[in-house]
């Protein structure tokens, strides 16, 4: 069982920046890939970013990559989702979400799913 808790988020103007923190409990952190989703107003979940086990491959959806950046330490259990350059349209629930599979980008593969913070970009 892995409890997630996701932290960080706010109120940024647009071309600002968040980091978004997410811990685990649980001793086996370090074995499940780590996943970043987001949740816009009316739509529906949709990927943001994973990493591996350890931390070495990152992958990011086409509307994040080169602004959103997703590191992981797993001493303190602990991923990151660092956003810099915010645009409106990344107004959204953003949920850490844990997987035992590997390069999965479908929610449903993910086992455990932290609570949700809330990120809000005014233009």
């Known amino acids: 069982q892995v409890q997630l808790v996701e932290s960080g988020g706010g109120l940024v103007q647009a071309g600002g920046s968040l980091r978004l923190s997410c811990t685990a409990s649980?001793?086996?952190?370090?074995?499940?890939?780590m996943g970043w989703f987001r949740q816009p107003p009316g739509k529906e979940r949709e990927f943001v970013a994973h990493?591996?086990?350890?931390?070495?491959?990152?992958y990011y959806a086409d509307s994040v990559k080169g602004r959103f950046t997703m590191s992981r330490d797993n001493a303190k259990n602990t991923v990151y989702l660092q956003m810099n350059s915010l645009k409106p349209e990344d107004t959204a629930v953003y949920y850490c979400?844990?997987?035992?599979?590997?390069?999965?980008?479908?929610?449903?593969?993910?086992?455990?799913w932290g609570q949700g913070t809330q990120v809000t970009v005014s233009s």
């Open positions: 979400a844990a997987s035992r599979q590997s390069g999965v980008v479908d929610p449903s593969r993910y086992d455990y």
């Open positions: 649980g001793r086996t952190f370090s074995s499940y890939v």
């Open positions: 990493i591996t086990w350890s931390g070495s491959f990152t």
